[in-house]
Nanobody
């Protein structure tokens, strides 16, 4: 079964860190660019970061640059999002998504990603 499963969310104090994982099952991530998105209550979904098939291209939202790091381990069929110095306004459900790509293109918009996980809740609060 074609599935993406996020994990690693939870409650963290402001300034703390979390590492999210996005594990694929039923398919190999080798041919897929992966994006992380988040959606806070009452707000629109926004892109956080994305990484190309082989990790050669990476993009971050301006709001997370210098604090978040995306990486992938294709051998483990998993993509990670290391989040440091978290802020209360970053409380949201975080989703990973996959887009099948045949070249080195790195999709940034949510509509370019066909496959989505169920999300993992991140709460940043003291």
């Amino acid at each position: 079964q074609f599935q993406l499963v996020e994990s690693g969310g939870g409650l963290v104090q402001p300034g703390g860190s979390l590492r999210l994982s996005c594990a694929a099952s039923g398919f190999t991530l080798d041919y897929y660019a992966i994006g992380w998105f988040r959606q806070a209550p009452g707000k629109e979904r926004e892109g956080v970061s994305c990484i190309s098939r082989r990790g050669g291209k990476i993009n971050y939202a301006d709001s997370v640059k210098g604090r978040f790091t995306i990486s992938r381990d294709n051998a483990k069929n998993t993509v990670y999002l290391q989040m440091n110095s978290l802020k209360p306004e970053e409380t949201a459900v975080y989703y990973c998504a996959a887009a099948k790509i045949y070249g080195d293109y790195l999709p940034g918009a949510a509509h370019e990603y066909a496959y989505w996980g169920q999300g993992t809740q991140v709460i940043v609060s003291s």
